[in-house]
Nanobody, 123 residues
Framework: QVQLVESGGGLVQAGGSLRLSCAASGRTFSTYSMAWFRQAPESEREFVAAISTSGASVYYVDSVKGRFTISRDNTKSTLYLQMNTLKPEDTAVYYC????????????????WGQGTQVTVSS
């Protein structure tokens, strides 16, 4: 199995940027497809972005396309989410997740989860 630890969250003004990281340990990171999900207060957890094992394929929810970039460094066993032009509606706890096989957008497809990192965007 793999253990995941997110970092990089914080408070930022609208229009600002943050970069989230997800450090993995345990089984070989490069064998897992990875994803970011987020959960706003009183809302369901939603898919944000996913990336294939090699990083060649990426997927985004429409609301973050053109603003967020998912990437990974398999040599460092780390997943990233670069978030630019942040909006108040991006406020949420952000989670990274891992699964064997192709990237998916449904949270039930993912086997391993981090504890989450809070992102708060002020207007």
């Amino acid at each position: 199995q793999v253990q995941l630890v997110e970092s990089g969250g914080g408070l930022v003004q609208a229009g600002g940027s943050l970069r989230l990281s997800c450090a993995a340990s345990g089984r070989t990171f490069s064998t897992y497809s990875m994803a970011w999900f987020r959960q706003a207060p009183e809302s369901e957890r939603e898919f944000v972005a996913a990336i294939s094992t090699s990083g060649a394929s990426v997927y985004y929810v429409d609301s973050v396309k053109g603003r967020f970039t998912i990437s990974r460094d398999n040599t460092k066993s780390t997943l990233y989410l670069q978030m630019n032009t942040l909006k108040p509606e991006d406020t949420a706890v952000y989670y990274c997740a891992a699964r064997s096989g192709y990237p998916q957008v449904e949270e039930y497809e993912y086997d391993y989860w981090g504890q989450g990192t809070q992102v708060t965007v002020s207007s």
